[in-house]
C-alpha cells in the first residue's frame, strides 16, 4: 500500500485480557519499529526489527510484551495480561534500507483503551 | 542517557506571527536531528531533518538549524497559517544510519493559530 497500516484503528479490552496489534509496513521496507504514545506524551521506542530478526527490544516494559515479524513483513505487537497503564495509542514505523539515512514512515497508529 | 526537551504547550499565536518552539537535547555521540507534526486526526509525519552540526533542515517555511555549541534545534517560522495548528515533536536519532536506529521524542508543543 502506499504507507503503513495498522489495525484495528481503536481496541478496548478488560484488564486481564490478551491483546494483538497488527502493522503492514510500506513494501519493501526492511526496518520496522513500534513505538507507544502515551495521552499527551511523545512516542517512545519499544522495539526494532531488521527483516524478520528482533535486534532490539529494550524498550519493551514488561514480560507481558511480545512482538514478532515472521516473514519480514507484517509485525504483531502482542499483550498479554493487559493492564489499565498499558492504554496508549502504539504506533508502528517503516523505513527502507538497513544502512541508509531514510526516514520513518510512521502508521496512524491503534489506540488501546483497557477498562 | 538519550534525551530531548521542548518548549511545552499548549503555544496560540495569531496568524502571521512569527513561531519559535525551542528545543534542546542530550546525546552521546552525534545525533540526526527532527521536527515531527500531528496533524488533527493524522499520523506522524517528518516536517523536517538536519544531520550534522550547522546544517539547516527546511520544509513548508519552516526551519530548524543544528546547533551543538548550545545542543539546541529550534523551530521556527516566519508566518504562521491556520492550518499549521497541529503538534509538534522535536526528535532525535543516534546511530550510523537513521533507518535503523531509534527516535527519542520530546514530550510534544501543541501549536494552535488563530485567524
Known amino acids: 500500500g502506499a504507507g503503513v497500516s495498522q489495525s484495528p484503528r481503536y481496541k478496548v479490552a478488560k484488564r486481564g485480557q490478551d491483546v494483538a496489534l497488527r502493522c503492514d509496513p510500506i513494501s519493501g521496507h526492511v526496518s520496522l519499529f513500534w513505538y507507544q504514545q502515551a495521552l499527551g506524551q511523545g512516542p517512545e521506542f519499544l522495539t526494532y526489527f531488521q527483516n524478520e530478526a528482533q535486534l532490539d527490544k529494550s524498550g519493551l516494559p514488561s514480560d507481558r510484551f511480545f512482538a514478532e515479524r515472521p516473514e519480514g513483513s507484517v509485525s504483531t505487537l502482542k499483550i498479554q495480561r493487559t493492564q489499565q497503564e498499558d492504554s496508549a495509542v502504539y504506533l508502528c514505523?517503516?523505513?527502507?534500507?538497513?544502512?541508509?539515512?531514510?526516514?520513518?514512515?510512521f502508521g496512524d497508529g491503534t489506540r488501546l483503551s483497557i477498562l | 542517557g538519550d534525551s530531548v526537551t521542548q518548549m511545552e504547550g499548549p503555544v496560540t499565536l495569531s496568524e502571521e506571527a512569527f513561531l519559535t518552539i525551542n528545543c534542546t537535547y542530550t546525546a552521546t555521540g552525534y545525533p540526526s536531528l527532527f521536527w515531527y507534526v500531528q496533524y488533527p486526526g493524522e499520523g506522524l509525519q517528518l516536517l523536517l531533518k538536519a544531520t550534522k552540526a550547522d546544517d539547516k533542515g527546511s520544509n513548508k517555511g519552516f526551519e530548524a538549524t543544528y546547533r551543538k555549541e548550545t545542543t539546541s534545534f529550534h523551530l521556527e517560522k516566519g508566518s504562521v497559517q491556520v492550518s499549521d495548528s497541529a503538534v509538534y515533536f522535536c526528535a532525535l536519532s543516534v546511530g550510523r544510519y537513521s533507518s535503523a536506529s531509534k527516535i527519542i521524542f520530546g514530550s510534544g508543543t501543541r501549536l494552535s493559530i488563530r485567524p
Open positions: 514505523a517503516s523505513s527502507s534500507g538497513q544502512e541508509s539515512n531514510q526516514p520513518q514512515h
